[in-house]
Every structure is written in structure tokens, then in C-alpha cells.
């Protein structure tokens, strides 16, 4: 796997903005609204940097992976999005999206592993 330099910083600069959307909608004035901010910037970095920003050297392996990349990016949005609109509980926060964030390493780390 080797990582693209330029796609990388592209993958950077729009989970940033991304992340500051979030930060920018919430318009809360509690500590939520930074881990929330952070916990969206780590979600749309890995899975965008993974689908746009490596090249890998089986093309099973990169169409898999790219693929995966993309809908874990959709499920974090859309969970994102809906946790808030619906709560502003930092430990229900943290809780899904870990569990959600740790699924995408475990199929990734599998899929790669492969060598196929």
C-alpha cells in the first residue's frame, strides 16, 4: 500500500471542512460540539484516505478496500448527521462511533490481509 501524496491532501482538507460544517450547524456552546468536530474529522480522514488516497497492489484488494472506504464514509455520515440532530450525549457518541469505527478497521485489516 502506498500512499498518494496529493489525494492525501485533498482527503485532509475536506474532512476539515466537513468537520467544521458539523461544527458550524451544531451551535452548541458545550464541550459535545468539539468531540463531536474531532470524531468527524477522524471518521471522514481514514475512510476518505483509504477509498481516494492509497494505491494498493493487488486490484482486488484496492477495489474492496476502496469500496468499503466509501460506505463506512456514507454509515459515519449518516450516523453523524442523526446523533446531532437527536442527542447531545457524549457517551453515546463516543460508544457508536467506536463501535462502528472499530468494524471498519477489523474489515479493512481483513480485506488487506487477503493479498488477493
Known amino acids: 500500500m502506498k500512499l498518494k501524496v496529493i489525494p492525501s491532501i485533498i482527503v485532509f482538507f475536506i474532512s476539515a471542512l ?8 451544531l451551535n452548541l456552546k458545550t464541550h459535545y ?3 463531536h468536530s474531532i470524531v468527524t474529522f ?3 480522514y481514514t475512510t476518505l484516505t483509504i477509498s481516494f488516497g492509497c494505491q494498493y497492489e493487488f486490484p482486488r484488494t484496492g477495489v474492496l478496500l476502496k469500496t468499503v472506504g466509501v460506505v463506512f464514509f ?4 449518516l450516523l453523524l448527521s442523526l446523533l446531532s440532530v437527536f442527542t447531545s450525549n457524549i457517551s453515546i457518541l463516543i460508544t457508536l462511533s467506536g463501535i ?6 477489523l474489515i479493512t485489516y481483513s480485506i488487506y ?3 488477493q
Not at 100 to 105: A, D, E, I, S
Open 74 to 77: 456514507i454509515v459515519s455520515f
Open 18 to 25: 466537513i468537520s467544521y460544517g458539523f461544527y458550524s450547524i
Open 100 to 105: 462502528v469505527y472499530m468494524v471498519f478497521c
Open 42 to 44: 477522524v471518521f471522514s
Open 113 to 115: 490481509n487477503s493479498k
Open 33 to 35: 460540539l468539539f468531540v
